[in-house]
Structure formats: structure tokens, C-alpha cells
């Protein structure tokens, strides 16, 4: 046993969590259809390469307001 380890130790935040996820069972589930929604979506790998190829590079110090 360790001497660091706390037996049977939750944090409030843990402990909230379990509490939530117990009353509201349907909680993740919707989480990973929001994430789904925003996030987990195929990219078309040759669209990604031709947007890389048509980029524009930007110039260095684009905040100067130096006028020669």
C-alpha cells in the first residue's frame, strides 16, 4: 500500500460528477452527439491539399504601420 494514496477518497468535483451522471443518465449520450456534431466529422484529404496549395502566405509584421 501506498503511503501516499488516500483510501476511498473523492473530491467534491468527482463526486458531483457521479452524482450528475447518475440523475441524468441520458447526459452522456448527448454529449457525444454534440461532439459528433462539431467535431468528429471524415475530411476529404484532397480538398485539405488544395486549400494548402492556394493559401496566400501572410506577410511578417502585418501590424506595422510603417510607411515608406
Known sequence: MSFFRRPDY???TTQFLLKL???KPQLEEGQL???ALLWD???DRQQEAEYQTARVAQKPYVYQ???D
Do not use: F
Open 65 to 67: 504601420t510603417n510607411h
Open 21 to 23: 451522471k447518475a440523475d
Open 10 to 12: 473523492q473530491s467534491d
Open 33 to 35: 452527439e454534440g461532439r
Open 41 to 43: 466529422k471524415d475530411l
